[in-house]
């Protein structure tokens, strides 16, 4: 029994730092924005598409493929953001929740019709097999994938803090006006921001990639428990998103092996909405 | 004032016309189908209204009305293969069932505005799925077949031809666009208009807020849950899968907004664009899985956002004022 509970600690611990590594690029951009992307689910499927074929059609491993994933999603975030999104940015607020929507059905028919809906599934990589420790089994791959997250997080955490653009980024996010008026470009910071947070979960789709099945609709499901992270930690905050990640990983995995496995997202979303009810601004909103 | 009275008169008259129009359409047009089609717009019709009035109206964006669709069309169907409770019964008693877990969860999201309120609607609209993809006493993930009757008006169910299910939600439709008229042109149209500009100023000026909303959200949630029994009725199966599906609460939101949202015809004229396009593009494509038809629909949503954000409401009545 004890063994069983610290299993689930531990894969919480690990299926948590994946959703931290998916919500800190959603939460960037909408801290900065003030846009709900629903899209982001179907960027974190077409990082793992991108991973999955290097590795099947040139042989590149998951690992070394991060940095593409990293480039190519940052360059397809800043696209969609300056030809779509900036679009919307002062139209009704309706709008600006409706449109990404529409990308994100977009892209995922796309993947649908060019790979059709199959599950596949990454042989094993570099990255494979588990590691006993005392009585708990620990997949290597979800391993390597909480250990990037990790690291992401902190150079994230980094940049924001002590680099001019993360600075620029911060203050944008805090006031846009007071941004604008101190001479910071807010809508270079936007699309920077867009292409980050984009970047960042092509990277989390390396990582899912070495794990976890790639199909089409895999963002559906990432994508909304994404958003309650997001919400949970407090809207734009890294390390918000950081730490809710973690409580949401370890929600699921021990509503899951105290109740019934099958309710496990319910009871994320449970605990998601009664946060917002007690405190609307998340754990590290303000 | 005498040119006032002429633009009303004029307005009802090509009201009447349009009414009168559809009323006999089923009796030319004799194909199932395009039928069906029809149909479907109502049906998607009054479910934009009823979005309409907490979203357009109330300034509530939910993105969770299959939620209460699909609890409509749960409750008169248990109902109904339980307890042999008539589905008409069922109709109203979908209706209070879904009005009353919107109020469960409306009060506590009484607080939560724009982007907010639309995640909590999602998540409510999940869990809500998930229970009923797992509870075993409403069929789970396999659903509900109701059981063949005899074909009758009191019972809700007809074999031999379509045409009663095209009155019967024609009939629907108009109820819940005189529910919407009535709430637009009444005094709390005025309040949930407040709501929608701010909920401070609301409060200062004396509207009870938390009221005010959860009244929005309760009478959306009936009318929903209404076309959610009427589905049921129809279709005679239904599962988590296609009744509570977050496609289709995006789709409703997206009915309302290429209509218009916030007038009173927006969301009919949306499901009049929207549905028969999507129809009729997958019968076209022939609907082989490659996604080509929802690929379409993905790229229509994101053009509409960006050009007609406002609804084409907009749009006919500049054309309607003209004319007239």
Redesign the interface.
């Known amino acids: 029994m004890p063994d069983q509970l610290l299993q689930q600690l531990a894969d919480g611990l690990l299926i948590g730092l994946m959703y931290s590594l998916i919500a800190i690029g959603l939460t960037l951009i909408?801290g900065v924005m003030?846009i709900?992307n629903f899209a982001h689910g179907e960027f974190l499927m077409l990082g793992m598409f991108t991973s999955f074929w290097l590795f099947t059609l040139y042989g590149i491993d998951p690992i070394f493929s991060i940095p593409i994933c990293f480039v190519s999603m940052f360059i397809m975030g800043m696209l969609i953001y300056r030809f779509?999104v900036s679009?919307?940015m002062k139209?009704?607020?309706?709008?600006?929740?409706?449109?990404t929507?529409?990308?994100?059905?977009?892209?995922?028919?796309?993947a649908?019709?060019f790979w059709t809906?199959d599950f596949r599934l990454l042989p094993s990589t570099i990255l494979h097999g588990t590691w006993q420790i005392g009585g708990i089994a620990l997949s290597i791959p979800k391993v390597a994938a909480s250990v990037g997250s990790v690291i992401a997080s902190g150079c994230m955490f980094f940049f924001l803090q002590r680099t001019r653009t993360g600075k620029a980024i911060l203050a944008t996010e805090m006031d846009r006006e007071a941004a604008l008026l101190m001479g910071i470009n807010t809508e270079r910071i936007n699309s920077l921001s867009f292409g980050i947070g984009t970047a960042l979960v092509g990277v989390a789709g390396a990582f899912l990639s070495t794990y976890y099945y790639v199909y089409?609709q895999v963002g559906?499901l990432f994508g909304?428990i994404a958003?309650?992270v997001v919400?949970l930690g407090g809207f734009g905050s890294i390390e918000g998103a950081f730490i809710a990640g973690i409580l949401v990983g370890l929600a699921q995995t021990l509503g899951g092996f105290f109740f019934?496995p099958?309710?496990k997202?319910?009871i994320v979303?449970?605990i998601?909405?009664i946060t917002?009810?007690i405190k609307?601004q998340g754990l590290m909103g303000w | 004032m005498v040119t006032h009275i002429n633009f009303t008169i004029r307005r009802i008259i090509a009201g009447i016309a349009i009414l009168l129009l559809f009323i006999v359409f089923p009796l030319v047009v004799r194909q199932p189908f395009h039928v069906h089609v029809m149909i479907l717009v109502f049906m998607f019709g009054m479910l934009g209204v009823a979005w309409n009035i907490m979203g357009g109206y109330a300034g509530m964006f939910s993105f969770g009305q299959a939620a209460f669709f699909g609890i409509g069309a749960y409750t008169s169907s248990y109902l109904s293969i339980a307890y042999g409770v008539n589905p008409w019964i069922g109709l109203v008693a979908g209706g209070c069932a879904a009005s009353l877990v919107a109020a469960a969860i409306g009060y506590p999201c009484s607080n939560l505005r724009g982007h907010y309120f639309a995640i909590a609607s999602i998540a409510f609209a999940e869990i809500v799925r998930i229970v009923f993809n797992n509870w075993q006493m409403v069929g789970a993930a396999e659903g509900l077949s109701l059981p063949m009757q005899n074909e009758s008006f009191a019972n809700f169910l007809f074999n031999s031809s379509k045409l009663p299910y095209y009155y019967i939600m024609l009939a629907l439709l108009l109820v819940s666009l005189a529910v919407c008229y009535f709430i637009a042109t009444s005094k709390m149209g005025y309040y949930f208009r407040a709501i929608k500009e701010s909920h401070k100023i609301a409060e200062v000026l004396g509207v009870n807020v938390v009221l005010y909303r959860l009244m929005a959200i309760m009478i959306s949630a009936f009318l929903s849950a209404m076309a959610g029994t009427f589905y049921a009725q129809y279709i005679l199966y239904i599962d988590p899968g296609s009744v509570m599906l977050l496609a289709t609460s995006i789709q409703i939101v997206l009915i309302a907004m290429l209509g218009g949202a916030g007038s009173i015809m927006g969301p009919v004229i949306g499901a009049a664009i929207l549905i028969p396009a999507s129809e009729y593009t997958r019968v076209a494509l022939g609907y082989k899985g490659t996604g080509v038809d929802m690929l379409i629909y993905g790229l229509l949503i994101t053009l509409i956002s960006m050009y007609y954000p406002e609804g084409v409401w907009k749009l006919f009545s500049r054309i309607g004022r003209k004319l007239t």
């Open positions: 909408w003030n709900v779509i679009k919307v139209g009704p607020i309706l709008a600006q929740l409706v449109v929507f529409g990308v994100s059905i977009f892209i995922s028919n796309l649908v019709y809906p089409p559906g909304t958003f309650c919400a019934d099958s309710y997202y319910a979303f449970m998601y909405l917002i009810w609307p």
